[in-house]
T-cell receptor, first 114, second 110 residues
């Protein structure tokens, strides 16, 4: 069964460092997303990406964040200068349609900022 | 502001019990409601509901949506220890984002 894969599974970084989280969405999907889940809190939407551009972003997705689809398969989330409060589980998801269809989630990258 | 509220927040039942999980929502331009199961990491998809009154069923799990009263329920019959997880309700509107509730943590004891 096709799945969304994310690497690394766990990343520890020092405050102020840049991190890149990587995702390979399901191959025939066109819509890509990043969500995050701070420990003990709900899953929160960060950004969606379609047709090589951001289609929607939340208030969380400020200038420190960026996304890219550098080739036909990878989808990345970059955090430019990490803060302690960026520590969370980051989920990549993809879907075949914009609405009325399920989004499939990857296993997540646990980011710990120290 | 859009809201998705799940209840109860946590639940402990014995194997074989039937449970009902609730999700109420206030969302502008509602399009769909989705249920996910989150065991260790990734939310895994269970159901998507778009139409009122039509039950979706998969084995011991079923779900129904009431668009007039703005809620959905997820039923699990004959629960097993493997059903222990956090169950997430998420609502999609005319945009791209899914708005998640805080989840219901279900523990099924032997």
């Amino acid at each position: 069964e096709p799945e969304v894969t994310q690497t690394p599974s766990h990343q520890v970084t020092q405050m102020g460092q840049e991190v890149i989280l990587r995702c390979v969405p399901i191959s025939n999907h066109l819509y890509f997303y990043w969500y995050r889940q701070i420990l003990g809190q709900k899953v929160e939407f960060l950004v969606s990406f379609y047709n090589n551009e951001i289609s929607e972003k939340s208030e969380i997705f400020d200038d420190q964040f960026s996304v890219e689809r550098p080739d036909g398969s990878n989808f990345t989330l970059k955090i430019r200068s990490t803060k302690l409060e960026d520590s969370a589980m980051y989920f990549c998801a993809s879907s075949s349609q914009k609405t009325n269809t399920e989004a499939f989630f990857g296993q997540g990258t646990r980011l710990t900022v120290v | 502001e859009d809201k998705v509220v799940q209840s109860p927040l946590s639940l402990v039942v014995h194997e074989g019990d039937t449970v009902t999980l609730n999700c109420s929502y206030e969302v502008t331009n509602f399009r769909s409601l989705l249920w996910y199961k989150q065991e260790k990491k990734a939310p895994t998809f269970l159901f998507m509901l778009t139409s009122s009154g039509i039950e979706k069923k998969s084995g011991r799990l079923s779900s129904i949506l009431d668009k007039k009263e703005l809620f959905s329920i997820l039923n699990i019959t004959a629960t097993q220890t493997g059903d222990s997880a956090i169950y997430l309700c998420a609502v999609g509107n005319s945009g791209y984002a899914l708005n998640f509730g805080k989840g219901t943590s279900l523990l099924v004891t032997p």
